[in-house]
């Protein structure tokens, strides 16, 4: 394993989140995370962003709003 820098961890970060660079990337960007703590506070803040957007996309609007936003585009459609 070789420490593959702020450059490159930080470029490929959001891919290696979600598990999507080949496993030797994966274990130079982890040994990099390990050994810089500006990388790790970057790497924090894209997970808990990352969390935050899923949680919200697991959300649904409440039925009786689903129903208006329905009859307003209809209505609109109607009126083109």
Do not use: F, W
Request: hydrophobic share 35%; proline share 1%; glycine share 2%.
């Amino acid at each position: 394993m070789t420490d593959c820098g702020c450059d490159q961890a930080k470029r490929d970060l959001e891919e290696y989140l979600r598990n999507e660079v080949c496993s030797t990337n994966a274990s130079d960007i982890r040994e990099h995370l390990e050994h810089c703590t500006s990388c790790q506070e970057e790497a924090l803040l894209a997970r808990t962003l990352t969390d935050a957007v899923q949680r919200a996309c697991k959300e649904t609007a409440p039925e009786d709003l689903k129903l208006q936003v329905l009859a307003k585009l209809r209505a609109v459609q109607a009126a083109h």
